[in-house]
């Protein structure tokens, strides 16, 4: 059974740093591509950050690139995003991603929140 949790979220003043991580099981991690998408209240949820499984090429939303990195662990089956320069805007709700095919598999989601 596949299994995405992530953690880490929370509430952080603006300019802070938080890491999410999100822990896997269920499949073979370090043969797929791991993704983190957020969705803010009234938003679509939009990709912000890809890491591909072999060479770990990373890739990211124009709107977080420069402060936000995304990692990987193959050896504990996890996923990180660790958040630099908090904005207001990123408030939202985080969620990993991967993909078999045309299938999607998600985590429950980690709140931030950033007050100004």
Same mark, same amino acid.
């Given at each position: 059974q596949v299994q995405l949790v992530e953690s880490g979220g929370g509430l952080v003043q603006s300019g802070g740093s938080l890491t999410?991580?999100?822990?896997?099981?269920?499949?073979?991690?370090?043969t797929y591509a791991m993704n983190w998408y957020r969705q803010?209240?009234?938003?679509?949820? %939009?990709?912000? !950050?890809?890491i591909s499984s072999v060479f770990r090429r990373t890739t990211y939303a124009d709107s977080v690139k420069g402060r936000f990195t995304i990692s990987r662990d193959n050896a504990k089956n996890t996923v990180?995003?660790?958040?630099?320069?908090?904005?207001? %805007?990123?408030? !939202?709700?985080y969620f990993c991603n991967f993909h078999i095919g045309?299938?999607?598999?998600?985590?429950q989601g980690t709140q931030v929140t950033?007050?100004?």
């Open positions: 999410l991580s999100c822990a896997t099981s269920g499949f073979t991690f370090s803010a209240p009234g938003k679509e949820r %939009e990709w912000i !950050a890809s990180y995003l660790q958040m630099n320069n908090l904005k207001p %805007e990123d408030t !939202a709700v045309a299938i999607n598999y998600w985590g950033v007050s100004s």
